[in-house]
């Protein structure tokens, strides 16, 4: 998938959470961590890198240090979260629900319900102090889910 491919999926699920879900059933489900989580979250990195950078300067090598350690923090927590989130909704749906034990379905929904969370944290790393506007729209994501849900 190519960045342009990327953000497309990524605006239609923020502009059309049901269109975007029913192309995303149609999709590979194995093809989500290298076509869409993984390349988010470098992007996510990349931007608070960016910031860090512009925030410190190029002046001396403990700024590129720091960018550095922002970036990774940002990447690691986003990477773990997206394991974590879909290892807690599998077995939510294994015994509250009684579903099937499927980790490339969810792997797939939890992938792709996070990317209101990628964007916001593009959006972050780059302009800080749009962080309150970020906390709003997290609530949204319980409307993407909620359209995926049915359809997944």
Known sequence: MSYKELFRIAFLLVSSPARAWEEIRLEDRQKVFSAFVYPMIGLCGISVFIHSL????????ENFQV???ECCSVAVSLFGGYFLAAFVINQLG???FRLGNDIPLIRQF???????????QI???LFPGFRIIGWIFQFYIMY???EGVPVI
């Open 54 to 61: 512009w925030k410190t300067g190029w002046s001396s090598p």
């Open 110 to 120: 939890s992938g792709y319900a996070l990317a209101i969370t990628f964007l916001i």
């Open 144 to 146: 993407v889910v909620w």
């Open 94 to 96: 294994i015994r509250r």
């Open 67 to 69: 960018a550095m350690i």
């Open 123 to 125: 959006v972050i790393g």
